[in-house]
């Protein structure tokens, strides 16, 4: 499913327990969410208790009516069959994005960064951060992936329509840049290299 939804050109993380999903849902809020009911740790069902704001689609193998009602009742938005054809579910997809979209907050959270998408503003600890076109576009493409590498190339592609000047050349000064403001503000560093790679959000 991740290799479908990437090739689609989705930012995909995942959570391997209903534990880990909780505690991922805690430092970021994705656009849609994917869930199964039989996890281990924490089960479909509590994980969806949890979740506010946020568009879930239930992905189980359970077939009964009641489940499905439950789930929908509980603040699902759909609810699909394994199996199921990566089409319909790349459909569904889609269609709670568009609708999602048109209601969201405008919002990306990492610790105690705040963006917003909608008025570009970013705030550290409290504090706002005046950044470059180039900075704000670069921690905007960080934080969607969270705690997750970016590579330098797949970081140029994805900031390239807000920043055609941004180079492979220019690109460590822009981040050098960023990192040094956003710890000035919060007093640590946000943004770690990973050597060889890219880039990441750097966990406290």
């Known amino acids: 499913m991740q290799e479908v ?3 689609e050109g989705y930012v995909v993380s995942r ?12 430092q970021h809020k994705p656009d849609l969410i994917l869930l199964d ?3 281990p740790g924490l089960s479909g069902e509590e994980v969806l208790a949890k979740i506010q704001g946020i568009p879930v689609i239930v992905v189980s193998a ?12 509980g603040g699902a938005v759909d609810y699909i069959t394994k199996p199921f054809d990566t089409k319909e579910l790349l459909a569904r997809i889609s269609v709670h994005l568009r609708g999602s979209h048109s209601q969201a907050t405008d919002k990306l959270t990492f610790e105690d960064i705040t963006v917003d998408t909608h008025t570009h503003a970013v705030t550290v600890a409290g504090s706002e951060v005046k950044l470059t076109r180039t900075e704000y576009a670069i921690l ?7 705690t997750q590498v970016v590579t330098k190339s797949a970081l140029l592609d994805h900031i390239s329509d807000d920043t055609p000047d941004c180079t492979e050349s220019s690109l460590k000064i822009h981040i050098s840049n960023l ?3 956003l710890k000035d503000a919060g007093n640590k560093d946000y943004v ?3 050597w060889g790679i890219g880039f990441k959000m ?3």
């Open 37 to 39: 009911l039989m996890l």
């Open 5 to 7: 939804l990437t090739k």
């Open 140 to 146: 905007k493409r960080l934080m969607q992936d969270g």
């Open 179 to 181: 990192r040094k403001k």
């Open 62 to 73: 359970k077939l009964d009516v009641d489940d499905k009602v439950n789930v929908l009742l």
């Open 15 to 26: 959570a391997y327990s209903g534990t880990e999903a909780v505690l991922f849902l805690s």
């Open 202 to 204: 750097k966990e406290q």
């Open 192 to 194: 770690e290299a990973v």
